[in-house]
C-alpha cells in the first residue's frame, strides 16, 4: 500500500483516460494512471475523421502523442490490471497486478473509469494484418467514407448486423450481409428491410475467412461458395470493460454492460465517474476527449467542494 493518497485514480491511458490525467494535472490534482497497455485505439490502420489530422492518423500515433504530452505534466501510466476495486469511508482502494506478477494497492479520493469495450472479433487467421489492411473493419461511423463504391460485405446476424448494412447502404450500392449462424437468424422484418435498399443476403452460414492479400478478403460459405470482397464489416458486437464498475454496484445498461453516467459522467456509486466507450454507445475518439474533458473538470469541481 502506497502512503499517499491520490486524488484521482484514472483506470486506462487511452484518449479518454490520457485526457483526463491531463485535464486534472493541470487542475493540480494527483493522479494515478494504471493501465493494460491493450488500448482499442491500437488497432486503427489510419482515421480520417480525428479532428485536426487533414491527412488521417494512426492509432499508434494518437496513442503516442497522448503519453508524450502526459509525460509533460508527469503523469506516467503503470502497466497494470486492476483486479479489484473497492470502497471506504475516504474514497477507493485499488488492488493491481504488473506484468510480472507484482502487486500494488493504490487509495484515490476519486475513480474515474476509461477501460474502453472488447470486440467480439471474427475467427480468422491473419486477423490483425486484416485489420492493418482495411479488410476487415469495425466501425462504420469511423472509415465508411474511406470504402465508398466498394464491394462490402457486413458480417454478423439479427438486427444491429442489419442496421450495419444499412447504414453502409449510403456509401455503396454493393453491400452484402454475411450470416455466421445461417439464414434462420433473419426475420421476415429484416428481409424486407434489407430487400428494401437492395442490400443481398448470403443464406448460407459462413464457414472461413481468408485474406487473399492487402486487397480483398474470401468468404468461404458451409456449403463451399467462395465469395470475393473489397472489405469485410465485422458487425458482432463489443462487450463494455465494465467488471469494476460491476464490482461497485454500478448500475449498468443491461444491453451492452455499458457503465451508465449523467451528464457529468458521474455513475451511480458516488465518487465514480466513467469516459469515452466504456460509458457510450458511440465509440468514438472526439467522444472520448468530450467524455474526459467534462468528468475532469466535474471531478476537481467535487474535490474543491469537499
Known amino acids: 500500500m502506497e502512503d499517499r493518497t491520490y486524488d484521482c485514480l484514472i483506470v486506462g491511458a487511452g484518449p479518454a483516460g490520457l485526457t483526463a490525467a491531463v485535464y486534472l494535472t493541470r487542475f493540480r490534482r494527483s493522479v494515478a494512471v494504471v493501465d493494460t497497455g491493450a488500448s482499442r485505439a491500437s488497432r486503427i490502420p ?22 508524450e504530452q502526459a509525460g509533460v505534466f508527469g503523469v506516467h501510466a503503470r502497466r497494470a490490471e486492476v483486479e479489484t476495486l473497492a470502497t471506504h469511508d475516504e474514497g477507493f482502494t485499488c488492488l493491481s497486478m504488473d506484468e510480472n506478477g507484482g502487486r500494488a494497492a493504490i487509495q484515490a479520493r476519486t475513480v474515474l473509469l476509461a477501460t474502453g469495450v472488447q470486440d467480439n472479433e471474427p475467427a ?15 466501425c462504420p461511423v469511423c472509415d465508411a467514407f474511406e470504402a465508398i463504391d466498394d464491394d462490402i460485405a457486413v458480417l ?12 453502409l447502404r449510403t456509401y455503396s450500392d454493393r453491400v452484402r450481409l454475411l450470416l455466421t449462424d445461417g439464414a434462420q437468424c433473419l426475420s421476415p422484418d429484416d428481409r424486407e428491410r434489407l430487400a428494401s435498399r437492395g442490400i443481398g443476403i448470403v443464406e448460407e452460414q459462413i464457414a472461413a475467412l481468408v485474406r487473399q492479400d492487402d486487397e480483398r478478403m474470401i468468404v468461404r460459405t458451409a456449403g463451399g461458395e467462395r465469395l470475393s ?9 463489443t462487450r463494455a470493460r465494465s467488471g469494476l464498475a ?61
Not at 229 to 237: C, E, H, Q, R, V
Not at 291 to 296: D, G, I, K, S, T
Request: charge should be negative; glycine fraction near 12%.
Open 229 to 237: 470482397y473489397d472489405t469485410i464489416y465485422a458487425a458482432l458486437g
Open 46 to 67: 489510419r482515421s480520417h475523421n480525428v479532428p485536426g489530422f487533414a491527412d488521417g492518423v494512426t492509432g499508434p500515433e494518437i496513442l503516442r502523442r497522448h503519453v
Open 124 to 138: 480468422m487467421p491473419e486477423l490483425a494484418e486484416a485489420i492493418s489492411a482495411g479488410l476487415i473493419r469495425i
Open 246 to 306: 460491476a464490482q461497485l454496484g454500478a448500475e449498468l445498461d443491461a444491453a451492452c454492460e455499458a457503465v451508465v453516467v449523467d451528464k457529468h459522467q458521474r455513475a451511480s456509486v458516488p465518487g465514480l465517474w466513467a469516459a469515452g466507450d466504456v460509458a457510450s454507445s458511440l465509440n468514438q475518439i472526439a467522444v472520448a476527449w468530450g467524455h474526459a474533458a467534462v468528468a475532469a473538470t466535474d471531478i476537481h469541481n467535487h474535490l474543491r467542494g469537499g
Open 156 to 167: 454478423g446476424d439479427g438486427p444491429g448486423a442489419v442496421a450495419e448494412a444499412v447504414f
